[in-house]
Nanobody, 122 residues
């Protein structure tokens, strides 16, 4: 129901754009978010966007470098990642929230994608 893509290997300072395509049934009227998990670390909130795209939340660790946006006509949410750092390396997961306004609490998300690996070389 959620298909994330766009991960890969990039040098520090580079950019990647992640995409997450959701079925209409999964994402209709729901906020969506991105989380990440590095080896040995807990899952970390990255960004969230409301159903209409008018409200976004960005984690402090990526603020000013990452942008979240969505195209509801395509049922797709994107994460534009610029100025990547080695500490951004992780598996990135997209998720659909239970409500129309997302937040940073992973417990408020009930559909999860399979994850896409982002590797940043220094």
């Amino acid at each position: 129901q959620l298909q994330a893509s766009g991960g890969g290997l990039v040098q520090a300072g580079g950019s990647l754009r992640l995409s997450c395509a959701a079925s209409r049934r999964t994402s209709s009227n729901n906020a969506m978010g991105w989380f990440r998990q590095a080896p040995g670390k807990e899952r970390e909130f990255v960004a969230a966007i409301s159903w209409r795209g008018s409200n976004t939340q960005i984690a402090d660790s990526v603020k000013g470098r990452f942008t979240i946006f969505r195209d509801n006509a395509k049922n797709t949410v994107y994460l534009q990642m610029n100025s990547l750092k080695p500490e951004d390396a992780a598996v990135y997961y997209c998720a659909v929230a239970r409500g129309s306004v997302g937040n940073s609490d992973y417990k408020d998300y009930n559909y999860w994608g399979q994850g896409t690996q982002v590797t940043v070389s220094s």
